[in-house]
């Protein structure tokens, strides 16, 4: 099983940068679909970007509309981490964002397809 822990967050002005860092323990990292998610304050939780695992050792990425050209994910399966690089950021990113894991196989857009979840970071973008 995989264990998911983010790490970046914080507090910046608009057109800032961050890079959300996501530490897996589990053998099964590198095997695994890693996506990230956000939840603004009263809304649902929302997909922003996924990567897939491939055994032909291909990432394949995917990104909301909204984030599209502003943020890059990538992994570093090495270290069992992956990264979410945001910049531009606008005060209607601000949110708790959260790291998941699933299977390599599935609909990387369905916050249902993640069988592991961390705990969240929380992104704030004053304007």
């Known amino acids: 099983q995989v264990q998911l822990v983010e790490s970046g967050g914080g507090l910046v002005q608009a057109g800032g940068s961050l890079r959300l860092s996501c530490a897996a323990s589990g053998r099964t990292f590198s095997s695994s679909a890693m996506g990230w998610f956000r939840q603004a304050t009263g809304k649902e939780r929302e997909f922003v970007t996924s990567?897939?695992?491939?055994?032909?050792?291909?990432?394949?990425?995917y990104y909301a509309d909204s984030v599209k050209g502003r943020f890059t994910i990538s992994r570093d399966n090495a270290k069992n981490t992956v990264y979410l690089q945001m910049n531009s950021l606008k005060p209607e990113d601000t949110a708790v964002y959260y790291c998941?894991?699933?299977?390599?196989?599935?609909?990387?857009?369905?916050?249902?397809?993640?069988?592991?979840w961390g705990q969240g970071t929380q992104v704030t973008v004053s304007s």
């Open positions: 990567i897939s695992w491939d055994p032909s050792r291909t990432d394949y990425s």
């Open positions: 998941a894991a699933g299977p390599s196989i599935g609909d990387y857009y369905s916050a249902t397809h993640y069988e592991r």
